[in-house]
């Protein structure tokens, strides 16, 4: 699922191209990713965009008068900047709006469409999707505190809840623990002062040297290498490669469709976190440290 740092981007590169622009229409290719019924999706066409705002992970269109486009683009939902016009990919594409300036396409790969449109009339309205979390790069120390001790979950549930953090998903969540040197499974409530001010720093030094980076690769560039997996990355995505800090193995947990990757050496003093599926598989068999694995490891090749 898109995070801050690729949300942020894609607005950035929005704005100069569609900002007081007026949307001509809108073809769908596929009806079912509008989500809303009243109004109908007509009634933003021929108005002018008058803003772009992030809100947690979803993207606004701000329209005049007083109608909004909210767009969740989920796990594969990407957006492309085409010329006017342009043709909605066959396989991938969802919608086109058409602007005097260019197309913007919204393409999904896979077979599970969950990319959604939803057209929103006044304020009031929008303020139902708000669920109030905290935007980290905003916070203070002790607004940070207060939603992260709010209820007693896992590190990285906890990161990842979007009641309590804006537009921390799975990648980055294990980025900043990784940067803070905690264990995503680590309870809150057992968490010590000065861990949640690492985690504090973590959380705000990650994001904002990913945002940096991001905006130096698009340049002016309509970005088009969105992705949760970057080879920059310390730890996500990236199990069994060395960690970039101190060379051992990244491990991971794997649950539902998400994973959760992890350094335990630097993370967990070297111990190896259960993975459900493979604990319950292996039983007495599962390695309970570092230097287990690795053994176990060795013993295959």
């Given amino acids: 699922m898109l995070e801050l740092p690729d949300v942020l981007l894609y607005i950035e590169s929005l704005k100069p191209r569609i900002l007081n622009q007026v949307l001509e229409r809108v073809r769908l290719a596929s009806p079912f990713v509008v989500r809303s019924v009243t109004p109908p999706i007509s009634a933003i066409y021929g108005s002018k965009v ?49 602007f005097p300036t260019g197309t913007l396409l919204l393409t999904e790969a896979g077979s599970k469409k969950r990319a959604s449109v939803y057209i929103i009339q006044g304020e009031r309205d929008l303020a139902t999707f708000d669920r109030g979390a905290l935007d980290v790069l905003a916070s203070s120390p002790e607004q940070f505190r207060d939603a992260l001790t709010r209820e007693n979950h896992t590190l990285k549930r906890s990161l990842t809840d979007p009641r309590l953090f804006s537009g921390i998903g799975n990648a980055y969540s294990d980025e900043i623990l990784h940067r803070a040197r905690l264990s995503p499974m680590k309870l ?19 994001l904002t040297e990913w ?29 069994g490669k060395p960690c970039p800090a101190c060379g051992s193995p990244v491990q991971r947990i794997v649950y539902a469709e998400n ?17 459900r599926a493979l604990s319950r598989l292996l039983k007495q068999d599962w390695p309970r440290s570092l230097d287990e694995w690795e053994t176990h490891i060795e013993s295959r090749r």
């Fill in 50 to 98: 008058l803003g772009i705002r992030r809100l947690g992970k979803q993207i606004v269109f701000q329209f005049e008068p007083d109608l909004f486009a909210i767009i969740h683009l989920m796990i594969a939902g990407r957006f492309q900047w085409k010329e006017r016009g342009a043709r909605i990919p066959g396989k991938l594409g969802l919608a086109a709006f058409d």
């Fill in 188 to 206: 809150t409530a057992k968490l010590t002062d000065e861990e949640i001010t690492r985690l504090h720093i973590a959380a705000k030094s990650t």
């Fill in 211 to 239: 945002i940096d980076r991001l905006r130096a690769e698009a340049g002016s560039d309509f970005p088009s290498k969105v992705t949760a997996f970057r080879p920059e990355m310390a730890v996500h995505g990236r199990y």
């Fill in 259 to 275: 994973e959760c990757n992890y350094c335990a050496t630097c993370q967990t003093e070297g111990r190896l976190l259960a993975d």
